[in-house]
């Protein structure tokens, strides 16, 4: 069992849709982050979200943490290929740090 | 600047036998964490230094050990290869300790095969 869930898996989408990433846990974080990974690379962090029900914009993502500090959602508008990678959340409670289960996006052309 | 450098990028090994994997952080970083990659666990935190000392260790046997030296530069090592430790080992390094504090970057990452 992993402490944060993520959904979709897999998403694929055309070009210009929109889309949104779901990150849930049973758990309560002082903070969560988000990040982007491509093939190849290792993952590259795209915000921290701290306080509950905070949303932050970065050009045409735009990502929320919960009220209660258990979950956060990535949103992205208008999506286009270099969009393309695994999305992963991340987190600390206690002592350890763990990563969602991610999810794999794939913009179509 | 540079950024976060692991070797090698690729790895093979025979089950039973150990390896040594190396992190480079970049310059003026003094936290660096590890972490294991598989598609069935996903990325998974090994543990993290700070200043030489271990700050924290995510739940893997002892089998997984790590130390940083005084420049930073920090290596892990895992003993008695197993099949199931077959994945891409990532480092990442930051300024601050605190993995949730602190902006962190990774490195291209190890990937280790286990024959």
């Known amino acids: 069992t992993q402490l944060l869930e993520q959904s979709p898996q897999f998403l694929s989408i055309q070009e210009g849709e929109n889309l949104t990433v779901y990150c849930n846990s049973s758990?309560?974080?002082?903070?969560l982050q988000w990040y982007r990974q491509e093939p190849g690379e290792g993952p590259v962090l795209l915000v921290t979200v701290v306080t509950g029900g905070e949303v932050k914009k970065l050009k045409r993502l735009t990502f929320q943490f919960g009220d209660a500090r258990k979950d956060s959602s990535l949103h992205i508008t208008a999506a286009q290929p270099g969009d393309t990678g695994l999305y992963l959340c991340?987190?600390?409670?206690?002592?350890?740090?763990?990563f969602g289960t991610g999810t794999s996006l794939t913009v179509i052309p | 600047k540079a950024g976060v450098t692991q070797t090698p990028r690729y790895l093979i090994k025979t089950r039973g036998q150990q390896v040594t994997l190396s992190c480079s952080p970049i310059?003026?970083?003094?936290?660096v964490s590890w972490y294991q990659q598989t598609p069935g666990q996903g990325l998974q935190f090994l543990f993290e230094y700070f200043s030489e000392t271990q700050r924290n260790k995510g739940n893997f046997p002892g089998r997984f050990s790590g130390r940083q030296f005084s420049n930073s530069r920090s290596e892990m090592n895992v003993s008695t290869l197993e099949l199931g430790d077959s994945a891409l080992y990532l480092c990442?390094?930051?300024?601050?300790?605190?993995?949730?504090?602190?902006?962190?970057?990774f490195g291209q990452g190890t990937r280790l095969t286990v024959v």
């Open positions: 310059s003026g970083h003094r936290s």
């Open positions: 758990s309560v974080f002082s903070s």
């Open positions: 991340a987190g600390a409670t206690g002592n350890q740090f763990y």
């Open positions: 990442a390094s930051s300024l601050l300790p605190g993995l949730s504090n602190t902006e962190a970057f």
